[in-house]
Nanobody
Framework: QVQLVESGGGLVQPGGSLRLSCKAS????????LGWHRQAPGKQRELVAA???????NYAGSVKGRFTISRDNAKNMVYLQMNSLKPEDTAVYFC????????WGQGTQVTVSS
């Protein structure tokens, strides 16, 4: 069983930045594939960014060049740096760990609005 706790969401103006953090439990964190997903009202949950156990990353086309996913295996943490935020980035953001069973955090709200 893996527990995930996200933090760092909030309200930001268009063009602003936020950094999401996710703390994971478990002694084999370095072996997990990790990701950030988001779900806007009335829409399906979608993958935003993912990072493999080896550090390879991939991004949704809508966030490429603006968002950066990273991990710190020593701290059991995964991060999502979000720059140049747009109103369409507004959603609940979820941290995910794959062992390969999928585990999810409770989500953190990100609202981009002036």
């Amino acid at each position: 069983q893996v527990q995930l706790v996200e933090s760092g969401g909030g309200l930001v103006q268009p063009g602003g930045s936020l950094r999401l953090s996710c703390k994971a439990s478990g002694n084999i964190f370095s072996m997990y594939a990790l990701g950030w997903h988001r779900q806007a009202p009335g829409k399906q949950r979608e993958l935003v960014a993912a990072i493999s156990s080896g550090g390879s990353t991939n991004y949704a086309g809508s966030v490429k060049g603006r968002f950066t996913i990273s991990r710190d295996n020593a701290k059991n943490m995964v991060y999502l740096q979000m720059n140049s935020l747009k109103p369409e980035d507004t959603a609940v953001y979820f941290c995910r760990a794959s062992t390969p069973t999928y585990y999810w955090g409770q989500g953190t709200q990100v609202t981009v609005s002036s």
